[in-house]
């Protein structure tokens, strides 16, 4: 199965800037991309920070710029979105039964498991308020189903100390519930702006820089330095055996003539 992960659009309302670019720009020369080299993929995933501010408005053009994407997309929220402006722009979005942005998608290679981590009005996430015993439920349904987990906060820390405060809420807690599941095969998230993949407790996670604006690692200092590089996506390519992330930017490339290089020096023919 090939599928794509966005993430980190931060669209703001038409017309507006966010730090002197604009979002929609570039989510639209990522949808171009994808559709000219990637519209085989069977899903495209957005892992939250859909908007900037979380206002209708800026739902509402993501409705519109989302319409030319040839893939089939699933949408969940991060810190800078608002569920109740998300569901009202996007009613037919599927929710868990308390009205949280989680769902379920069996794929040609599995579940695929969408979490819902927004805390309105904080920059952290959680899954409290019965967001994780649904995922345990989830899990308990078909212990034996390979499953692939999507969402917007780092459930894991990724070393980088301005993001110690923004990870997830009782996090240890958490990602010891997810190893213990025994069928977790993959973490896709978000939020961080940032390339960054690794395992913990053998549970492999990756995340990219994203669509809007990146963070320039800083393993030392707890401010960050945001700075606007190409927009970045992830290709993951999974079957049976596992899982593969191609990172790729959104740049116009310069095709070297290879014949150009000149003749290969004796020895090496
Ligand atoms: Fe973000």
């Known amino acids: 199965m090939k599928l794509i992960h966005l993430t ?8 507006a800037m966010l730090f002197g670019f604009d979002p929609a720009e570039r989510l639209r020369k990522t949808i171009a991309r994808i559709n000219r080299d990637h519209a085989d993929a069977e899903l495209c995933v957005v892992t939250g920070d859909l908007t900037d501010e ?11 710029v989302l319409r030319d994407l040839r893939v089939p997309t699933r949408l969940l929220l991060g810190n800078h979105d608002s569920r109740e402006n998300f569901v009202r722009a996007f009613p037919g979005e599927p929710r868990d039964e308390s009205g949280f942005v989680q ?24 899954l ?25 906060h780092q459930l894991q820390p990724i070393g980088l100390p301005h993001f110690e405060p923004w990870n997830t809420e009782n996090w240890r807690h958490n990602m010891r519930a997810i190893v213990g599941a025994g069928n977790v ?14 395992t913990w407790s053998g549970i492999p996670f990756s995340a990219s820089r994203g669509v809007a ?4 690692p800083n393993f030392t200092r707890r401010d960050a330095d945001f700075v606007e590089d190409a927009p970045a996506f992830d290709i993951a390519l999974i079957d ?11 740049s116009d490339r310069h095709v070297v003539e290879i014949s150009a290089a000149g003749p290969v020096p004796e020895g090496e023919q």
């Open 185 to 198: 095969r993959h973490i896709f998230h978000g939020h961080v702006h940032v390339d960054v993949g690794g």
């Open 213 to 216: 604006h990146q963070i320039i």
């Open 103 to 126: 769902s379920v998608h069996e794929s040609s290679a599995g579940r695929l498991i969408f979490l819902d981590t927004l805390v309105e009005g904080s920059g952290h996430g959680a």
């Open 240 to 250: 049976a055996d596992g899982v593969l992330v191609h990172r790729l930017e959104v």
């Open 128 to 152: 409290d308020e019965g967001r994780l015993e649904w995922l345990l439920a989830r899990f308990t349904e078909k212990p034996e189903a390979p499953t692939f987990l999507f969402v917007h």
């Open 54 to 64: 979380g206002d209708f408005a800026s739902y509402e053009l993501l409705r519109d």
């Open 8 to 15: 980190d659009l931060h669209l703001v309302r038409p017309g």
